[in-house]
């Protein structure tokens, strides 16, 4: 028992949002506070440069974006 599609339009949306990646967008959570309060206190390191790591995922691209924004 197959039904026809026969003469039946489909539509195709794109319902695709651009990537989120402001600092009004960053959540900070206990696994990432200290990385986001680094990234906060940019100019006044103690030293030239922050190195972040973390697990996929975790948000290092996106706090290297807000960094990217203020440097």
């Given at each position: 028992m197959s039904k026809s599609t026969e003469g039946v339009a489909q539509?195709?949306?794109?319902?695709?949002?651009p990537p989120a990646l402001g600092p009004e967008d960053?959540?900070?959570?206990?696994?990432n506070r200290e990385a986001a309060g680094w990234?906060?206190?940019w100019p006044d390191w103690p030293g030239p440069a922050v190195a972040l790591h973390g697990a996929?995922?975790?948000g290092k691209s996106h706090?290297?974006?807000?960094?990217a924004q203020r440097a």
């Open positions: 539509f195709v949306f794109d319902l695709s949002l960053f959540i900070v959570a206990d696994s990234v906060g206190h996929p995922g975790a706090l290297l974006g807000i960094w």
